[in-house]
């Protein structure tokens, strides 16, 4: 089965720094996805970054980008210039095959002025 | 954009209620799910559906039902609410062509039982 760890339950970083959430997983399969979603306050949850398994370049949406490394399982979430708007929840995730996630426990993220 | 809505967003009542926590979307998606998550914590997945009358239990015991009579409407219900169900409830969709599974969240439920 697979596991997903999150190790970070919380961090505090100062505005506009750049700041790295870890993530590792536990898998025996050679074709997984990596999500990272966020959780504002008011509860929704927020689709940010995708890496498929098999993706040679690490993938990035605006400010976000993920540090995937394959061999020691791990895809780690970057925020690059933080803003006071980041302040959340971050989870990790992951599927195979697109069947259903599986979400680590979470880090909260506070942003500092 | 996703289009998946929950309601109630906010509900308390008392024990052995009976409730039913509404989720619908306009995506068309086949794929559905029911995630329980207490505050601050991991999402569990409770419930999911491939597809009309298609529906299975998640990986973390519930004592909730569901139903898929309909591709948008995928319905939470509990028989008898107690205190030990008290969490938030999220509701997701996702696509089968095109995506790479990334769920689609609606808002949430939060529940509370006295």
């Known amino acids: 089965a697979q596991k997903i760890t999150q190790t970070q339950p919380g961090m505090f970083v100062q505005e506009k720094e750049a700041v790295t959430l870890d993530c590792t997983y536990d898998?025996?399969?050679?074709?997984?996805?990596l999500f990272w979603y966020k959780q504002p306050s008011s509860g929704e949850m927020i689709f940010l970054i995708y890496?498929?398994?098999?993706?040679?370049q690490n993938a990035t949406e605006g400010r976000y980008s993920l540090n995937f490394q394959k061999a020691r399982k791990s895809a780690n979430l970057v925020i690059s210039a933080s803003q006071l708007g980041d302040s959340a929840m971050y989870f990790c995730?992951?599927?195979?095959?697109?069947?259903?996630?599986?979400f680590g426990t979470g880090t909260r993220l506070t942003i500092i002025p | 954009e996703a289009d998946i809505y929950q309601t109630p967003r906010y509900l308390v009542i008392g024990t052995g209620k009976k409730i039913t926590l509404e989720c619908s979307q306009t995506m068309g998606h086949d794929k559905m799910y029911w995630y329980q998550q207490d505050p601050g914590m991991e999402l569990h997945l409770i419930h999911y559906s491939y597809g009309v009358n298609s529906t299975e239990k998640g990986d973390l015991s519930s004592e909730s039902t569901v139903s898929r009579i309909r591709t948008e409407h995928f319905p939470l219900t509990l028989e008898s609410a107690r205190p030990s169900h008290t969490s938030q409830y999220l509701c997701?969709?996702?696509?089968?062509?095109?995506?790479?599974?990334?769920?689609?969240f609606g808002e949430g439920s939060r529940l509370t039982v006295l």
């Open positions: 997701a969709s996702s696509d089968v062509w095109g995506s790479h599974g990334e769920l689609f």
């Open positions: 898998t025996s399969d050679q074709s997984y996805g």
């Open positions: 995730a992951m599927n195979f095959g697109n069947e259903k996630l599986t």
């Open positions: 890496q498929g398994s098999y993706d040679e």
